[in-house]
T-cell receptor, first 111, second 112 residues
Framework: QKEVEQDPGPLSVPEGAIVSLNCTYSNSAFQYFMWYRQYSRKGPELLMY????GNKEDGRFTAQVDKSSKYISLFIRDSQPSDSATYLCAMRKTSYDKVIFGPGTSLSVIP | DAGVTQSPTHLIKTRGQQVTLRCSPKSGHDTVSWYQQALGQGPQFIFQYYEEEERQRGNFPDRFSGHQFPNYSSELNVNALLLGDSALYLC???????????FGPGTRLTVL
């Protein structure tokens, strides 16, 4: 079993839809949970991170962490064509430990 | 303020050769981490450098080595290249013990 699992998609939604992206993990020691966006042929860009459990909101993006279920989510409201990218979840045990990435979910937002 | 820069952008090598990739961290950052991203996969951690020392290492063979210079820039060296080393190599910089990492655009290595 991989440490971090993520549905690779591809996921295709109409513009304006609410998008839900999810990851599951196996290591209960993870404390930091991140979401990165990666456009084609570019490096990943940090969207947001959450420490431990709970929700965090930033504009159209909301991250949720449920440590009891070992499950994290990213919600994108009012999705835009510019949101079309690969979304990578990532996590680590401490703020300086190695980062473990999921395989990424490819998202297309259709105008 | 320049972000993380990497060079070269693309590189083509043949099996058995050696390659050196370079990374300059974001201004003010002192820690550099290297990742390998195969096509369709998430980045895999190779190693992290801080204060010119390798602090952590992922599950990569000794053919992968690195260096950090006093100005915090870093190099990744790969010896005896294999076809399976073809990937996007990403450098990320941060302040030590601070969670936020900023990635460079990567170097795309093709091994023929």
């Amino acid at each position: 079993q991989k440490e971090v699992e993520q549905d690779p998609g591809p996921l295709s939604v109409p513009e304006g839809a609410i998008v839900s992206l999810n990851c599951t993990y196996s290591n209960s020691a993870f404390q930091y949970f991140m979401w990165y966006r990666q456009y084609s042929r570019k490096g990943p860009e940090l969207l947001m991170y959450t420490y431990s459990s709970g929700n965090k909101e930033d504009g159209r993006f909301t991250a949720q962490v449920d440590k009891s279920s070992k499950y994290i989510s990213l919600f994108i409201r009012d999705s835009q064509p510019s949101d079309s990218a690969t979304y990578l979840c990532a996590m680590r045990k401490t703020s300086y430990d190695k980062v473990i990435f999921g395989p990424g979910t490819s998202l297309s937002v259709i105008p | 303020d320049a972000g993380v820069t990497q060079s070269p952008t693309h590189l083509i090598k043949t099996r058995g050769q050696q390659v050196t990739l370079r990374c300059s961290p974001k201004s003010g950052h002192d820690t550099v981490s290297w990742y390998q991203q195969a096509l369709g996969q998430g980045p895999q951690f190779i190693f992290q450098y801080y204060e010119e020392e390798e602090r952590q290492r992922g599950n990569f063979p000794d053919r992968f080595s690195g260096h950090q210079f006093p100005n915090y820039s870093s190099e990744l060296n790969v010896n005896a290249l294999l076809l399976g080393d073809s990937a996007l190599y990403l450098c990320a910089s941060s302040l030590y013990r601070v969670n936020e990492q900023f990635f460079g655009p990567g170097t795309r290595l093709t091994v023929l």
